[in-house]
């Protein structure tokens, strides 16, 4: 049995709960059904009866939503470890559509198993609560930034939490990171035009504080693009012992 999708759920719990033995021996016999899934292609689609959450295993996704005239808004990025619709759990109609911004290699667990975990484990059941917590903390943040932070700082802001992000998990080692979005998807994420991005990440680049190559982003400048785009990843409520705290994070930048 392939068991990468129960070793990244469980780094990803870990980051934000204390697991034990016990714990890990229940998820690692969640059965998960793996699918490879192309770039562009939803993964579960608004309007969507739900029956199953997904684990992202490998690739990069990301949430959406479009307005009537067709404009879409993105609402949240996702990365390895991460359970996109944990929610459906209690909520089995979808409200917006996910998709894979890459070719992504998902596990899918029906809810009746997840259910049942969270019944025997509760120690696993509150740390998935956990987990819907932080994602609303995220959405907060996101909030905030697009109504009040300029284009240039709501930028800043979004290249340093997926770095916090996929640093957690091994993914982003001194600050470098693949980031697999074009300016487009950038856009409708930031609530900006394509020419502003365009303009926005070269002014960045001037200044020193990242390079992107391709998909390749490196932060050269942490705590000025942190002080930028006002970040403070507390709000990921990551455990100290897992991921960097603000304190030690600043003090390596």
Request: glycine share 6%; net charge neutral.
């Amino acid at each position: 049995m392939d068991r990468t999708a129960h070793k990244v759920l469980l780094k990803r719990l870990n980051l934000v709960a204390s697991i034990d033995s016990e714990d890990e021996a229940a998820i690692g016999a969640l059965p998960v059904t793996i699918r490879e899934i192309e770039a562009g292609i939803d993964i579960v689609s608004e309007g969507q009866y739900v029956t199953q959450c997904c684990i992202l295993i490998d690739g990069f996704t990301y949430r959406y939503r479009h307005t009537l005239e067709g404009k879409r808004q993105i609402i949240a990025f996702h990365v390895a470890g991460d359970i996109p619709d944990l929610h459906s759990l209690h909520m089995n109609y979808m409200d917006h559509s996910f998709a894979a911004t890459t070719p992504a290699r998902v596990g899918f667990v029906s809810h009746e198993a997840v259910w049942d975990l969270c019944m025997r484990r509760p120690n696993v059941a509150a740390a998935m609560w956990r987990e819907t917590l932080i994602d609303g903390a995220i959405f907060r943040e996101w909030i905030v930034g697009l109504g009040r932070l300029s284009g240039l700082s709501r930028t800043a802001h979004l290249l340093c939490e997926l770095a916090m992000r996929m640093r957690a998990v091994g993914l982003a080692p001194d600050y470098v990171y693949r980031l697999p979005l074009t300016q487009h998807e950038l856009a409708d994420a930031l609530g900006l035009t394509v020419v502003t991005v365009n303009r926005v990440l070269k002014d960045l680049r001037i200044s020193g504080l990242v390079e992107r190559e391709r998909s390749r982003m490196v932060i050269r400048d942490w705590s000025g693009l942190a002080r930028l785009g006002e970040f403070d990843p507390r709000y990921l409520h990551f455990r100290v012992p897992i991921a960097m705290a603000p304190e030690a994070m600043r003090e390596r930048a």
